[in-house]
């Protein structure tokens, strides 16, 4: 079992923010990693530089954004940001619009959060644990839907 | 059979990806080797690979290469992925 309290802690998390753009939106996820001491605050605007130059691949599921830039200097330790928008926002995604569910990542190398990505893969391929997610209370309740 | 999943880092999409990529693999009996990629080198591995996945958006960037390009559109739908791979099977 992947123990996510290190990786997602109490303090990268937003829920049932508001966002008025996307960009808005990753910079939410870009506060919770530095709130939990993953990032440095200029890794926020390298995740929002990424989806300006490669477009936004970033939405690879209907409503999940998966933010994250390149390992920098910015990048503190692996972690991630889980931010939940009350109301969704569109970026630009052909497929996968409007985005309420935003997951922030910073790694440190390419190997460092395998197993929690891999963790969070299997959890929403199933959508009883999607509809967890949507519905948890707390960061508590999410990381444990996570674990299971 | 080799797959190659290219995202725009190489650290976030893809990874998880290659989780599902797995996983359907696993589901249809099918013996992969899943490997992960930023799309600027994605270019010169592609080659080494039977198959390549990624984004809609990021699969006019490894235009070019010899290997297939396949998009998938919905990451977490293990179905639409093991369509993708049962074309190859």
Redesign the interface.
């Known amino acids: 079992m992947v123990d996510f309290t290190g990786f997602l802690p109490d303090e990268a998390f937003a829920l049932d923010v508001t966002a008025q753009n996307w960009q808005d939106a990753i910079r939410l996820a870009g506060q919770g990693l530095v709130d939990s001491g993953a990032t440095k605050p200029g890794y926020t605007d390298e995740m929002i530089e990424t989806v300006n130059k490669l477009g936004p691949y970033i939405v690879i599921a209907p409503g999940l954004a998966l933010a994250h830039s390149r390992p920098s200097d910015s990048v503190m330790r692996s972690g991630l940001s889980w931010v939940r928008l009350a109301e969704p926002v569109e970026f630009g995604s052909k497929n996968n619009d409007p985005v309420s569910l935003v997951i922030g990542l910073a790694g440190r190398d390419e190997n460092e959060h395998l197993e929690v990505m891999s963790a969070i893969a299997s959890a929403l391929v199933n959508p009883g644990k999607v509809k967890a997610l949507a519905d948890a209370q707390t960061p508590a309740e999410i990381r444990a839907i996570l674990e299971s | 059979m080799d797959i190659l999943c290219v995202?725009?880092?190489?650290?976030?999409?893809s990874?998880?990806?290659k989780?599902?990529v797995e996983?359907a693999a696993a589901d249809l009996g099918m013996d992969v080797v899943v490997t992960?990629s930023?799309?600027g080198s994605a270019k010169g591995t592609a080659n080494m690979n039977d198959l390549v996945l990624t984004?809609?958006?990021?699969a006019p960037?490894l235009e070019g290469t010899t290997t297939l390009v396949e998009a998938i559109?919905?990451?977490?739908?293990?179905e639409e992925i093991k369509d993708v791979l049962e074309r190859y099977a």
Not at chain 2, 7 to 13: A, E, K
Not at chain 2, 55 to 58: D, G, N, P, T, V
Not at chain 2, 73 to 78: E, I, W
């Open positions: 995202c725009g880092m190489g650290i976030g999409t990874v998880l990806l989780t599902n996983q992960t930023d799309a984004s809609a958006e990021l960037e559109s919905n990451f977490m739908d293990l």
